[in-house]
């Protein structure tokens, strides 16, 4: 009995470092408007049911004035594991929850106003680096989301030159791509 009990709780250990937090950049292109972000962070999950990737406290930035939106959280998507990386892909209308930001009260999050919202997410990840791209197409508005960021192993200088600049997401990409 004690062998199992050691068993499940070593079990439970592993499933709870299945969880990556990645610092993200992220861009936003509304109708052709782009607006972008440094350290927004996105949580992917595996569990038995497949992976959860959520995108909390999202926000649209226009010359430096903040909309709040909300959480764009998907769930239990299959993910394809290949050349060193996943790709999780979902084709689907979710809502968007409130977010729980204390710079903002929940009545100020606009996501849950809006419904169910159609979504074209594919993400790729691996321990290390991740990039998800999110289309969302509403009524007279076209929304792309970019995103690339690393887990905190590869905090700030990805490449190695001693700056943390847009250059590191390059290199996101590429060991992406190359893993």
Same mark, same amino acid.
């Given at each position: 009995?004690?062998?199992?009990?050691?068993?499940?709780?070593?079990?439970?250990?592993?499933?709870?470092?299945?969880?990556?937090?990645?610092?993200?950049?992220?861009?936003?292109?509304?109708?052709?408007?782009?607006?972008?972000?440094?350290?927004? =962070?996105?949580?992917? &999950?595996?569990?038995?049911?497949?992976? @959860? $990737?959520?995108?909390? &406290?999202?926000? =649209?930035?226009?010359?430096?004035?903040?909309?709040?939106?909300?959480?764009?959280?998907? !769930?239990?998507?299959? %993910?394809?594991?290949?050349?060193?990386?996943?790709?999780?892909?979902?084709?689907?209308?979710?809502?968007?929850?409130?977010?729980?930001?204390?710079?903002?009260?929940? !009545?100020?999050? =606009?996501?849950?106003?809006? %419904?169910?919202?159609?979504?074209? =997410?594919?993400?790729?990840?691996?321990?290390?680096?991740?990039?998800? &791209?999110?289309?969302?197409?509403?009524? %007279?508005?076209?929304?792309?989301?970019?995103?690339?960021?690393?887990?905190?192993? $590869?905090?700030?200088?990805?490449?190695? @030159?001693?700056?943390?600049?847009? !250059?590191?997401?390059?290199?996101?990409?590429?060991?992406?791509?190359?893993?």
């Amino acid at each position: 009995m004690k062998k199992f009990l050691s068993f499940i709780a070593a079990a439970s250990c592993v499933m709870a470092l299945s969880a990556t937090n990645y610092m993200c950049h992220l861009k936003v292109t509304v109708n052709g408007t782009v607006s972008e972000q440094d350290e927004v =962070l996105v949580e992917v &999950n595996k569990n038995g049911e497949g992976y @959860d $990737l959520s995108l909390n &406290n999202f926000c =649209l930035v226009s010359e430096g004035n903040y909309l709040p939106v909300g959480n764009i959280a998907v !769930s239990g998507v299959q %993910g394809v594991d290949e050349y060193g990386y996943t790709t999780i892909t979902i084709n689907q209308p979710i809502n968007i929850t409130a977010g729980n930001d204390p710079k903002y009260s929940e !009545s100020d999050w =606009l996501g849950p106003l809006l %419904g169910e919202v159609p979504i074209d =997410l594919t993400a790729r990840f691996t321990d290390s680096a991740m990039s998800a &791209n999110i289309d969302i197409e509403m009524p %007279g508005m076209l929304i792309g989301v970019s995103i690339f960021g690393v887990a905190p192993v $590869l905090k700030g200088d990805v490449n190695n @030159d001693n700056a943390v600049n847009i !250059s590191d997401i390059n290199s996101v990409i590429d060991i992406i791509l190359k893993n």
